[in-house]
């Protein structure tokens, strides 16, 4: 008989090295695939130049109260791979707009970001044939009136089926 079969293993320093050696593998591992998908995704860029922006804050509150006193609603509906945009002063009538622009955004993800130019229907809505996919979207539409005055709004929508929800 082996008097060896018998005993148990011994625990070597060597085996202590490789458990060490594969618990921070394991670690270092994934720290550097979660770096990886870091960088490759959303810079986190807002702005190009944070002074730049701060300056113009107090200019665009100011601008932005003056347009939400005008009373203006903006209707933008996404349905059957068509965008649609009508812009109504605060009695319902319909406001003349020279021009309408809409980016879409992902609120995480640049990648898919895009805009599209709506061209002027005779019942004075705007309209794009463009299939919006699904998710949640960051939209900003901006109106130019004759005047040269811009009217803009942003929301944040959900489009699921290719129909805003």
Sequence with gaps: MNSRAGQPRQFTGWHMLAIMVAFFGVIIAVNLLMATFANTS???LVVQNTYVASQQFNE???ESRAQAALGWKGTLTIAGGEIRYSLNDASGAPV???SVTTSFRRPAYEAEDWQVTLA???DGTFSATAAVR???WIVNT???MTDG???QEARRIVVADGAVK
């Design 134 to 136: 699904d998710g949640i």
């Design 60 to 62: 665009r509150v100011a």
């Design 149 to 151: 005055a811009p009217y």
């Design 96 to 98: 003349r707009a020279e």
């Design 120 to 122: 002027r229907k005779a």
């Design 42 to 44: 959303w810079t986190g």
């Design 142 to 144: 901006e109106a130019r």
